[in-house]
């Protein structure tokens, strides 16, 4: 029995060892000028926007049929709950130890997406979940698990930039559904919202925002010069379309943004707050899981997409390849960009240029939150539920992946979330500083996985 044990805790510390690794490899990066921070933003920006979505489409598709449906209903319920409960124990914790205001979401919003995929790579590698799945199955079993981590990080995204800008600037203002609504209207932001005195932050804001300068830009010079480009100042945001493809999308955004405005205006009031609410829903992810959710729920879209030729899969072979070979690029390059951006946090650190602070209780507060309570928390529920109820489903790897799910250090997305949010520099690189020191202490993941993965063995 323990010399079991140690061969499990040595395998899970191999893996975080791995993803520790490839954290440096984007550090490396970074610190040779191979990528620059602003390259880095666009890549996950890319990642987020196009990887994550074609990995979802492939992976929810492929492995969700209407007999195994049943499996992914603990997931979101699950999914939803930690993250509602982290979301509360940040805000209690925060204003109890007034801590900053960024540990809120640092506490609430856990990495559920590259992190996990990467740690279960390498637990493949180490072969320590064959204990779960049998011989012969590990592969399929780990496919089924990256598929559920997929399913719960669908609901993490959606309230993480649903409900992260009004957490972390206090303003709702920098919401989805508000940003997404200004920019089809043209409505200007409200100007006790506008940050006026932060220049730099105005800035970065529009730069990542929904709303970034070149548009604003794009979209005035539209109006006053129509169908007309001017190519002196063509640059990577210029559009490939013909000019007459160019205005007529134009003039089509701003009759429907029109149009829109008035019925969202005219509309009652718990009408405005209903749709307002459906809002948090509108990001790539979500649709991407749709995608592949209405994909592997419908039999023949099924069988087009995912079976081999000879029984009908004619989409399998060049389409579906190529979306999984597009969203196979998000695992690895999410967790480089990871490295990238905590080298700048770094470099500024040493050169003492706004580097931030990061005051040790509350560092202590979140590690204790994410690598201590939270398991305590999950991994007991899951095995008494597994265990001595019927509630969830027969599957180890189920139960091995729930357990994980709440765990972990703190996701990139805060970052991303202070860019949008127009937070000072010093906030930035103060979250920044305290993500470098939450993944150096990754490896700490190990004994959450093992106590995890005895559970699970446990429960069968």
Same mark, same amino acid.
């Given at each position: 029995m323990a010399s079991g044990i140690l061969v499990s805790f040595l395998g899970a510390v191999q893996a975080a060892l791995s993803v520790l690794l490839t954290i440096l490899f984007g550090v490396v990066a970074a610190q040779f000028g191979l990528v620059t921070t602003d390259a880095a933003k666009q890549i996950s920006a890319l990642c987020v926007n196009l990887l994550l979505p074609c990995l979802l489409i492939v992976n929810l598709g492929s492995e969700l049929?209407?007999?195994? !449906?049943v499996l992914y209903v603990p997931i979101i319920i699950w999914a939803i709950f930690f993250t509602v409960t982290s979301l509360f124990i940040g =805000?209690?914790?925060?204003?109890?130890? =007034?801590?900053?205001?960024?540990?809120?979401?640092?506490?609430?919003?856990?990495?559920?997406?590259?992190? *996990? @995929?990467?740690?279960?790579?390498?637990? +493949?590698?180490?072969?320590v979940l064959a204990t779960l799945t049998g011989a012969g199955e590990e592969s399929e079993g780990i496919n089924r698990a990256r598929t559920f981590f997929l399913a719960c990080s669908v609901v993490n995204n959606t309230i993480t930039f649903g409900l992260g800008p009004e957490i972390l600037t206090g303003s709702t203002e920098d919401s989805l559904f508000i940003r997404a609504y200004r920019w089809v209207t043209g409505t200007p =932001?409200?100007?006790?919202?506008?940050?006026?005195?932060?220049?730099?932050?105005?800035?970065? %804001?529009?730069?990542? +925002?929904?709303?970034?300068?070149?548009?604003?830009?794009? +979209?005035?010079?539209?109006?006053?010069?129509?169908?007309?480009?001017?190519?002196? +100042?063509?640059?990577?945001?210029?559009?490939l379309l013909p000019n007459r493809v160019v205005h007529w999308e134009r003039r089509a955004k701003k009759s429907v943004g029109s149009r829109l405005s008035s019925?969202?205006?005219?509309?009652?009031? *718990?009408?405005?707050?209903?749709?307002?609410?459906?809002?948090?829903?509108?990001?790539?992810?979500?649709?991407?899981?749709?995608?592949?959710?209405?994909?592997?729920?419908?039999?023949?879209?099924? =069988?087009?997409?995912?079976?081999?030729?000879?029984? &009908?899969?004619?989409?399998?072979?060049?389409?579906?390849?190529?979306?999984?070979?597009? &969203?196979?690029?998000?695992?690895?390059?999410?967790?480089?960009?990871?490295?990238?951006?905590?080298?700048?946090?770094? %470099?500024?650190?040493?050169?003492?240029?706004?580097?931030?602070?990061?005051? @040790?209780?509350?560092?202590l507060c979140v590690i204790f939150i994410r690598f201590i309570l939270w398991p305590a928390i999950s991994i007991p529920l899951i095995w008494s539920l597994a265990a001595h109820t019927n509630i969830l489903p027969n599957d180890p790897i189920l139960w091995w992946s729930m357990m994980m799910m709440p765990i972990g250090p703190t996701a990139?997305?805060?970052?991303?979330? !202070?860019?949008v949010s127009g937070a000072s520099e010093k906030v930035r690189m103060s979250i920044a500083l305290f993500l470098t020191l939450s993944y150096i202490i990754t490896p700490f993941v190990s004994f959450a996985v093992v106590g995890a993965l005895e559970a699970a063995k446990a429960a069968r």
């Amino acid at each position: 029995m323990a010399s079991g044990i140690l061969v499990s805790f040595l395998g899970a510390v191999q893996a975080a060892l791995s993803v520790l690794l490839t954290i440096l490899f984007g550090v490396v990066a970074a610190q040779f000028g191979l990528v620059t921070t602003d390259a880095a933003k666009q890549i996950s920006a890319l990642c987020v926007n196009l990887l994550l979505p074609c990995l979802l489409i492939v992976n929810l598709g492929s492995e969700l049929h209407l007999d195994t !449906a049943v499996l992914y209903v603990p997931i979101i319920i699950w999914a939803i709950f930690f993250t509602v409960t982290s979301l509360f124990i940040g =805000r209690v914790v925060t204003a109890i130890f =007034r801590l900053p205001k960024w540990a809120a979401p640092a506490i609430a919003f856990n990495n559920t997406e590259s992190l *996990p @995929l990467l740690l279960l790579q390498s637990l +493949g590698t180490t072969g320590v979940l064959a204990t779960l799945t049998g011989a012969g199955e590990e592969s399929e079993g780990i496919n089924r698990a990256r598929t559920f981590f997929l399913a719960c990080s669908v609901v993490n995204n959606t309230i993480t930039f649903g409900l992260g800008p009004e957490i972390l600037t206090g303003s709702t203002e920098d919401s989805l559904f508000i940003r997404a609504y200004r920019w089809v209207t043209g409505t200007p =932001r409200s100007k006790d919202q506008e940050d006026s005195s932060d220049p730099e932050s105005h800035q970065e %804001r529009n730069g990542n +925002g929904a709303q970034s300068s070149e548009g604003d830009h794009d +979209g005035a010079s539209s109006g006053d010069n129509g169908d007309e480009e001017d190519s002196s +100042g063509a640059d990577e945001r210029t559009s490939l379309l013909p000019n007459r493809v160019v205005h007529w999308e134009r003039r089509a955004k701003k009759s429907v943004g029109s149009r829109l405005s008035s019925s969202f205006d005219a509309s009652p009031k *718990p009408v405005q707050v209903f749709l307002s609410s459906l809002g948090v829903f509108l990001n790539p992810p979500f649709i991407g899981a749709a995608i592949g959710a209405i994909i592997g729920l419908t039999p023949p879209l099924h =069988r087009i997409f995912f079976n081999d030729m000879s029984e &009908g899969g004619y989409f399998n072979a060049w389409l579906t390849s190529s979306i999984k070979n597009v &969203g196979e690029l998000f695992v690895s390059l999410q967790v480089v960009v990871v490295g990238v951006k905590l080298s700048l946090s770094l %470099r500024l650190w040493r050169k003492g240029e706004e580097s931030g602070t990061v005051p @040790l209780g509350t560092v202590l507060c979140v590690i204790f939150i994410r690598f201590i309570l939270w398991p305590a928390i999950s991994i007991p529920l899951i095995w008494s539920l597994a265990a001595h109820t019927n509630i969830l489903p027969n599957d180890p790897i189920l139960w091995w992946s729930m357990m994980m799910m709440p765990i972990g250090p703190t996701a990139m997305k805060v970052l991303a979330l !202070a860019d949008v949010s127009g937070a000072s520099e010093k906030v930035r690189m103060s979250i920044a500083l305290f993500l470098t020191l939450s993944y150096i202490i990754t490896p700490f993941v190990s004994f959450a996985v093992v106590g995890a993965l005895e559970a699970a063995k446990a429960a069968r």
